[in-house]
């Protein structure tokens, strides 16, 4: 191996899902909907291969159908007039939008600023791309007896994240609705962040939004590039796997100024070249008609209920939840389950040997309760992982009768 990725071994993806198919367990492991898309949304793609004539590559920078379909959509809920050609660029799913933006902007010893728990591909790109990761932890506030948690109780510490910093700082990396604690950024925390962020020029900012249309109890999302003064360096990051319920279409997108969008789109000629057609087409159509079907309140209402059947069920199993505000994951607490043999050796992100608490937890969880989770210490740096042993990572983009399943068998903790 290369000595980017000489350190990289199986994520915690590549063991929790063939674990929870070998031992048929109910899987809130890895995030993606158990359930069909919107009728729309399947016809879309159904209609696309019917007419035929968009089966071959289309324009690398983004299918032109999509293009102008996120422009027209996207420009109001950024206060300006988003140039398709320019100011967008399509991708094979979030993934390849986070790791093309990083490409095209870390250089080798560029300093990266990572906020954990950070979804574990973030990593894995910075180091490729030669980068120096720097982490900084949000912080859960004290638990209070007999009140719940929520996500909002896990802050950013601004005097840490600010002391981050250095002059080789290069891109921070956010993430909102945040996954996995379901915390969505309030106005005086994205604006606090802004300030830091503008005493350093040669900062940019990834706003990973790919879960803007989940969020709940009236949270509001808010775009980091709205804050005064971001546009012009933040890239926002999007997914049609996530808003459409579509995790296996893998169409994504960058929207950001001119000249970080002209190298993103320079670095993602060399990656894929272009997205598929069809899929590019299909989810054009889908953002033209979402608006007038109503679609994106209805999405929050679904997901809305299967939070709530989730965070009773895991209270009930006495696994307290921080009750999420956004995205589509629950962190239980696990810390009341003692295991036979649990130690605490250190794990890795990016390697073998994952040993803490939470791995060993969600390891029992799926073989012997019969319910997959994923153990957030993935989502975090060698040296930080002990920080969240505590909590397991349960998903709940499933069917109410998928979610009643896991409940029954997560009972059996108690
Ligand atoms: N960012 C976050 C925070 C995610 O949870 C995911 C989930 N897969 C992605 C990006 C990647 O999205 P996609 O499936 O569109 O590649
Ligand atoms: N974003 C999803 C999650 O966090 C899927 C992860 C993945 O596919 N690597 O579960």
Same mark, same amino acid.
């Given at each position: 191996p290369s000595q980017q990725t000489s350190s990289f071994g199986p994520s915690v993806w590549l063991e929790f899902s063939p674990l929870s198919v070998k031992h048929k367990s109910v899987n809130l492991?890895?995030?993606?909907?158990?359930f069909e898309p919107a009728d729309f949304v399947r016809d879309a793609l159904i209609k696309t291969i019917e007419k035929g004539g968009l089966n071959q590559y289309t324009r690398s920078a983004g299918h032109p159908r999509l293009v102008n379909a996120l422009s027209k959509f996207y420009s109001p809920y950024f206060n300006r007039d988003i140039d398709p050609m320019t100011e967008i660029v399509t991708s094979v799913g979030a993934s390849e939008a986070l790791f093309c933006t990083i490409q095209s902007v870390v250089n080798p010893g560029d300093e990266v600023i990572l906020i954990e728990?950070?979804?574990d591909i973030y990593l894995g790109a910075v180091l490729m791309a030669g980068g120096v990761p720097k982490y900084v932890s949000l912080k859960e506030e004290p638990r209070v007896e007999g009140k719940k948690r929520t996500a909002d109780g896990w802050k950013l510490d601004i005097n840490e994240f600010e002391q981050a *910093? /250095?002059?080789?700082?290069k891109l921070v990396i956010l993430n909102n609705p945040h996954n996995p604690v379901g915390k969505v950024f309030k106005l005086d925390e994205l604006t606090e962040i802004a300030e830091v962020v503008k005493k350093h020029p040669q900062t940019c900012v990834i706003s990973d939004e790919v879960y803007e249309w989940m969020t709940y109890d009236n949270a509001e999302h808010l775009r980091f590039a709205n804050i005064p003064g971001m546009w012009e360096r933040t890239i926002t990051i999007g997914s049609a796997g996530k808003t459409f319920s579509i995790t296996g279409w893998k169409v994504g997108w960058c929207i950001g100024p001119k000249p970080i969008i002209h190298s993103i789109a320079m670095a993602h000629q060399y990656i894929p *070249? /272009?997205?598929p057609t069809p899929t590019q087409e299909a989810v054009a159509i889908a953002f033209e008609e979402a608006p007038a079907r109503g679609y994106f309140d209805q999405l929050k209402k679904m997901y809305q209920a299967k939070r709530d059947q989730l965070v009773s069920a895991l209270a009930d199993s006495g696994l307290d939840p921080v009750i999420?505000?956004?995205?589509y994951f629950i962190m239980g607490d696990i810390s009341k389950i003692k295991l036979f043999g649990d130690q605490g050796q250190n794990t890795s992100i990016t390697g073998m040997g994952k040993h803490l608490h939470d791995w060993n937890v969600c390891r029992w969880l799926t073989t012997d309760i019969g319910v997959t989770a994923i153990p957030p210490s993935s989502f975090y740096s060698d040296e930080h992982a002990p920080l969240s042993t505590n909590y397991a990572r349960f998903c709940f983009c499933k069917k109410e009768e998928v979610l009643e399943t896991a409940r029954q068998n997560l009972l059996k903790v108690k």
């Open positions: 492991g890895q995030g993606f909907p158990d728990p950070f979804f *910093f /250095s002059d080789k700082t *070249f /272009s997205v999420p505000q956004g995205a």
